[in-house]
Structures are given as structure tokens and as C-alpha cells.
């Protein structure tokens, strides 16, 4: 009997155990249903991208529990890989666990850089040369000694893959064409002056194509070394691809033999003053012309009379300033610019004949940049300009305070075995008071007297 009972008894026990046990695990059940993730159980972040979870939802019954739930993370943003976000609810026998899958990973392609143009003309006859590139990826870095060139006629491919296999591509168009002309560059002077009688020697030229290298170059000319005049050489090119160029040199043929000329030039003008206006009355009633290196200073009325009766209207200074003038080549430029631009303003006419402040080899510009007259006599020739110096100074800009001492000095160097360029400056009163008298000497002793141009023999210091 008692055998009966404590088997009925444990029957019990058992009955009861598994009671508790099927509420426990049903009770599980319901608290792990509960505890619901926000959002994919996995997800993706780029490289170096902040995660921002989204968290759980954990309601059982009516009860929120979302703040009785630890999280547990140890994501890496900076390093590719799979991490664990871990939620952790442990007011219960059986902890309930809910684990999100975080995969960080590297989803942007590199990036290529072209220097130079996308687009390059290249000869037709030529291999690429290669201007460079770079390639660069947010994980890993540079990536430049990767990169795979594939070379085409029309394109250069390059392309490069990171260590996630993303790939990028880029192109260099290829235009093969040559459509630039060849360039010449003169050997020499592009004026030359020879006596007429005597045989012309060309000064040659040099001749650079970007794409052929036996460019042929035909040369022409109408020089009569028998005739006195100006005449042209035209040196002619044409590349393989039908480009042309031409460049002209100037030859002027002269007459050494006929000397006594005398060109009047009067520089730093015009003046207010009455002095100018004084000069060109007695050129114009001697009937003689004369050459004038004008400023940017004065009336514009007055330069408009020198151009309007017939004397050459040149180029000086506009400043006159030798720290800024001789301080750069720009300098200079932009000046002498300044001074041409009032005179074309004034005449219709870009004149082209100049004189420097002080002549072509006064020392003074090396106060403000050493040697830079070496650069300017050849620039302003390459520029188009035909510089005067003079061999007659009537030192009024010096030693002479009065007309007789100009007088004086202008017909003491006179010669009829040369061409007599005059230095006179027409804001000086004395000046214009001896202007008369050297006009009535000249003619007198037989001198012609002519403005400068571009064919008239220059006098350069040395």
C-alpha cells in the first residue's frame, strides 16, 4: 500500500515538474517573441560610415522593457569585417539574447586622376607621352602602381581595382592631328642695311615643328642691291600636314655715298610752354620736316599739329621715370604701350619708331635692373620697333643753357659723311630760339633735311 503511494506520489512530482517546466519554456517563448529587433538582422555600413543602431522593441504584455535590455557592441568602422550587436535581456532564469549582424565593408571604387587634359592632341606620327596619373582609395590608399594602361589609337584606358574587387575606369581621348604651323625664327636683324652696289648675304633662320622634323623652307625676295628702296625677304614653310607659315625680314638698300642729311629730332615733348609751338612755326616756315619722340605729356592739340604737317610723330616715354621704366621688361613695355596708345589715339597711326630715355646704352637703368638694356635692344626689334640712338648732340639737356651754345654744338658735328641724327629737346625755350639758325646753316652748306622712318639707316650706340 505504501509501495502504491510513493509511486503516485512521484507521478505527482513529475507531473508538476513538467507543469513548471512547460510554463517556464512557454513563458520563454513569449519573452523571446517579444524582444523584436528594429530593423535587418543584418546589416551594411561603408568603411569609415558611423553606425547608428536602431535598437530593439521588447513590450511583454503592457509592460515596456526596452530600457531593461543591454547592448553589447564592438564595431570597428575603420577596419572591413563582420561585427555583433548583442541585446541582453537578464531578469529572467534563461537570459534572452538577440544578436544583429553588422558587415562593414568598402563599396566605393577608387578614384583616377588624369593630369593634364582629358582630351590631348597628339601627332599623327607620335607615341603618347604619357602627362601622368594618380589613383587613390578611401581603404587603401594609393593605388597608383596598380594601374593598368591600355593604349589605344583614339584612347588611352586606365583602370584599377581595390582589394573589395571595386573597380575604376577612366579615359584619355586621343585626337591624333596636326593642325599647328610650323614657327621661324629670324637669325639677325629683322632689318638689314646694305650699301647699295653691294650683294646680300641672308642672315638664315631656324625652323621647329611640333610634328616633322625636315621641314623645308622656301625663301623669296625682290632686293635690286642697284636700286635704293626698302624690299622684303619672305621665308616661307609648309609641314607635312599642310600647315603653312611665312616670316618677312626687311633689307633696305642705301646709298652710302650721298651723305649730309640731317634728321632734327627733339625728344620729352610736347610742351605748354610755347616751345614746341615755336619750333614747328619755324619748321614751317623753313619748309623743313623733322622727327618728334613725343610723351604722354603736353597738349594733344600740339601733337595733332606735328602729325597734320607732316613731321614724324615717335615714341619716347610716357613716364619718363628710369626707376620704373628700366625696372622690368614689362615695365618698360607697359610705358612705352602707354605713349603709343595717345599717339595712335591722336594720329589713327601705331608708330613705330622709338627712342629709349636716356639712349640704348645709358648706364643709369642698371641702378634699377643690371644688363636690362641688352634685353630691351633686342625685345623692342622682336616687337616690331626700330630704336634711334643719335650722333649729334646739341647738349641741351646738359651743358648749354642758351641758343648760341646749341647752335654752337648741333653744326660743330654736322658731316656730310653720315647721316646726322640731331639730339634736341623741344621743352627747351633756347632750344627753339636756335632752331633757325641751324636750319638757315644747313641749307646753306648744302644739307637735305629728312624726318626718320623705317627706312632710314639708324645710328646705334654701342
Known amino acids: 500500500m505504501k509501495k502504491i503511494f510513493l509511486n503516485k506520489l512521484a507521478r505527482v512530482f513529475i507531473y508538476v515538474l513538467l507543469i513548471i517546466f512547460t510554463i517556464l519554456i512557454t513563458g520563454y517563448q513569449i519573452c523571446e517573441s517579444s524582444l523584436k529587433l528594429i530593423g535587418k538582422q543584418q546589416v551594411e555600413i561603408n568603411y569609415n560610415q558611423e553606425y547608428i543602431d536602431e535598437g530593439v522593441n521588447f513590450k511583454l504584455f503592457s509592460f515596456n522593457l526596452n530600457d531593461q535590455v543591454e547592448v553589447k557592441e564592438n564595431i570597428n568602422e575603420k577596419q572591413l569585417g563582420d561585427y555583433k550587436v548583442v541585446y541582453l535581456f537578464k531578469d529572467i532564469p534563461l537570459p534572452i539574447k538577440k544578436v544583429r549582424v553588422v558587415k562593414v565593408v568598402d563599396r566605393i571604387p577608387p578614384s583616377i586622376t588624369l593630369k593634364g587634359d582629358t582630351e590631348f592632341k597628339i601627332c599623327p606620327n607620335r607615341d603618347y607621352q604619357e602627362n601622368g596619373y594618380q589613383a587613390l582609395d578611401e581603404y587603401d590608399g594609393d ?29 584619355r581621348k586621343l585626337i591624333r592631328i596636326d593642325d599647328e604651323a610650323p614657327k621661324i625664327t629670324l637669325k639677325g636683324s629683322k632689318t638689314v642695311y646694305i650699301n647699295v652696289g653691294s650683294s646680300y648675304s641672308d ?67 610736347p610742351s605748354n610752354t610755347g616751345s614746341t609751338a615755336k619750333i614747328l612755326d619755324v619748321l614751317k616756315k623753313e619748309g623743313v620736316k623733322a622727327t618728334f619722340f613725343v610723351t604722354t605729356k603736353g597738349s594733344d592739340d600740339l601733337i595733332r599739329r606735328e602729325h597734320n604737317e607732316g613731321h614724324k610723330v615717335a615714341l619716347h616715354t610716357s613716364s619718363h621715370d628710369y626707376g620704373y621704366v628700366y625696372q622690368s621688361v614689362d615695365n618698360y613695355f607697359n610705358d612705352l604701350y602707354a605713349v603709343r596708345d595717345r599717339v595712335y589715339r591722336l594720329t589713327g597711326e ?83 630760339d636756335a632752331i633757325e639758325r641751324i636750319i638757315q646753316f644747313g641749307k646753306m652748306q648744302g644739307y637735305s633735311f629728312q624726318v626718320i622712318d623705317e627706312s632710314t639707316r639708324p645710328v646705334h650706340f654701342k
Open 203 to 269: 642672315l638664315g633662320y631656324e625652323i621647329v615643328d611640333n610634328c616633322d622634323n625636315d621641314i623645308k623652307v622656301e625663301i623669296e625676295n625682290n632686293i635690286n642691291t642697284n636700286q635704293v628702296g626698302k624690299y622684303i625677304v619672305t621665308y616661307k614653310a609648309i609641314d607635312k600636314a599642310g600647315n603653312g607659315t611665312s616670316i618677312s625680314r626687311n633689307v633696305v638698300v642705301y646709298d652710302g655715298s650721298k651723305g649730309g642729311i640731317i634728321y632734327l629730332t627733339f625728344d620729352d615733348g
Open 350 to 432: 601705331y608708330a613705330n619708331i622709338i627712342r629709349f630715355p636716356g639712349g640704348s646704352n645709358n648706364t643709369v637703368s642698371n641702378r634699377y635692373n643690371y644688363g636690362i638694356m641688352d634685353v630691351l635692344v633686342k625685345e623692342v626689334v622682336n616687337r616690331g620697333f626700330y630704336y634711334f640712338d643719335w650722333n649729334v648732340s646739341s647738349g641741351d639737356a646738359g651743358s648749354c643753357y642758351d641758343s648760341n651754345c646749341v647752335y654752337q654744338n648741333v653744326i660743330n658735328q654736322l658731316s656730310k659723311s653720315k647721316n646726322n641724327i640731331v639730339l634736341m629737346h623741344d621743352i627747351k625755350m633756347f632750344t627753339a
Open 143 to 171: 593605388l597608383t602602381n596598380q594601374v593598368e594602361k591600355i593604349v589605344k589609337e583614339d584612347k588611352i584606358i586606365y583602370k584599377v581595382k581595390d582589394s573589395s574587387n571595386n573597380q575604376a575606369v577612366v579615359e
